[in-house]
């Protein structure tokens, strides 16, 4: 009985760590898309866009190419696109006010270090994501996958 017990839990960290690798490895192909995007964006004169412009488009570039990415890839869901893709862009939404507020609380009100406040931010954001990503907005999981979910 025991045996069976440390086999289980071994099976469910194993398929905590591959979820969580593949979050990873999502979030990071979606920071990169973003910085070269933004970046193409403001070099390319051309195209006539400011540094802000250029910024918000790569950032919805990259956030639409990380719905789709964690949708199938990340979290494999079955779920609907029309309740999943309106959670993602509130999550999306909160984290982008975290990321102002956090800092602004940091820094303003309690008068600490600005690296503290960016790497507090940088922390946060991501384990609130993986949690509410893998908990609300694809919490519905494809036949079979249920095992991916860490429990």
Not at 14 to 21: I, T, V
Not at 67 to 96: C, D, I, N, P, Q
């Amino acid at each position: 009985m025991r045996a069976a017990r440390m086999s289980k839990g071994r099976s469910t960290a194993g398929a905590g760590l591959k979820l969580l690798a593949r979050f990873g490895l999502v979030g990071i192909a979606a920071t990169i898309l973003y910085a070269v995007l933004a970046t193409v964006l403001i070099k390319s004169e051309w195209i006539g866009v400011t540094p802000i412009q250029a910024s918000l488009a790569a950032y919805a570039a990259a956030a639409v190419f990380s719905y789709l990415a964690h949708k199938s890839v990340t979290f494999m869901s079955s779920g609907s696109h029309r309740s999943e893709a309106a959670r993602f862009l509130l999550l999306t939404a909160t984290g982008f006010g975290m990321a102002y507020a956090v800092p602004a609380l940091f820094t303003m009100k309690l008068g600490l270090s600005p690296i503290f406040a960016v790497l507090i931010t940088c922390l946060l954001i991501p384990a609130i994501n993986l949690l509410m990503l893998d908990r609300w907005v694809f919490a519905r999981r494809r036949s079979g996958r249920q095992g991916d979910r860490p429990t």
